[in-house]
T-cell receptor, first 113, second 115 residues
Framework: DAKTTQPNSMESNEEEPVHLPCNHS???????IHWYRQLPSQGPEYVIH???SNVNNRMASLAIAEDRKSSTLILHRATLRDAAVYYC??????????????FGQGTRLTINP | EAQVTQNPRYLITVTGKKLTVTCSQN?????MSWYRQDPGLGLRQIYY???????DKGDVPEGYKVSRKEKRNFPLILESPSPNQTSLYFC??????????????FGPGTRLTVL
């Protein structure tokens, strides 16, 4: 399984932008970069995904380095509700049925009021 | 509302007493999966199902069984639970099998304690 590396924890203030980094130096050309987050006492939820180009949705933005060896999840204005563990996951194509998400330890994001 | 539901949400049982954790989704999803989450080990896949009557082992299948008789349901069965199966369990589903861009939707979790 392709590996990702994330900081164990990060802290930010409410209403400020947050940049969550992820390194994936062994990524292959067809691996998608997915981000999920897990709020306290809840199941993981999808945040965003991308392949090569930067992506935006209502929750966040995903900036992918040109060499694809790293990416950054950007929360533009963090709220207290964004406090969660954020997981950066590589989704490997070509494995019929094996759509498991390989969760690392993730980054625990704390938001200060 | 589109969702994945699990029952029960909390369960305390004793070693050897068979139990079933139910999982149901109302989104007509093809792919369903079970994960367990343990401190320091993260989430690991137990079993998955690509469609009705098609199931396969994930990374940690020992001690578990599953079945997929209907598209919407994917129960997790512990025939003889042991204390090392004390964990937080999540069911997940996604629309299509084999499509890595499909979002996976997770249930709220079942916290199981085996004494």
């Amino acid at each position: 399984d392709a590996k990702t590396t994330q900081p164990n924890s990060m802290e930010s203030n409410e209403e400020e932008p947050v940049h969550l980094p992820c390194n994936h130096s062994t990524i292959s050309g067809t691996d998608y970069i997915h981000w999920y987050r897990q709020l306290p006492s809840q199941g993981p939820e999808y945040v965003i995904h991308g392949l090569t180009s930067n992506v935006n949705n209502r929750m966040a933005s995903l900036a992918i380095a040109e060499d694809r060896k790293s990416s950054t999840l950007i929360l533009h204005r963090a709220t207290l509700r964004d406090a969660a563990v954020y997981y950066c996951i590589l989704r490997v194509s070509g494995l019929s049925g094996a759509q498991k998400l390989v969760f690392g330890q993730g980054t625990r994001l704390t938001i200060n009021p | 509302e589109a969702q994945v539901t699990q029952n029960p949400r909390y369960l305390i049982t004793v070693t050897g007493k068979k139990l079933t954790v139910t999982c149901s989704q109302n989104m007509n999803h093809e792919y369903m999966s079970w994960y367990r989450q343990d401190p320091g080990l993260g989430l690991r896949q137990i079993y998955y199902s690509m469609n009705v009557e098609v199931t396969d082992k994930g990374d940690v299948p020992e001690g578990y069984k599953v079945s997929r008789k209907e598209k919407r349901n994917f129960p997790l069965i512990l025939e003889s639970p042991s204390p090392n199966q004390t964990s937080l369990y999540f069911c997940a589903s996604s629309f299509r099998t084999g499509v890595t861009t499909d979002t996976q939707y997770f249930g709220p979790g079942t916290r199981l304690t085996v004494l």
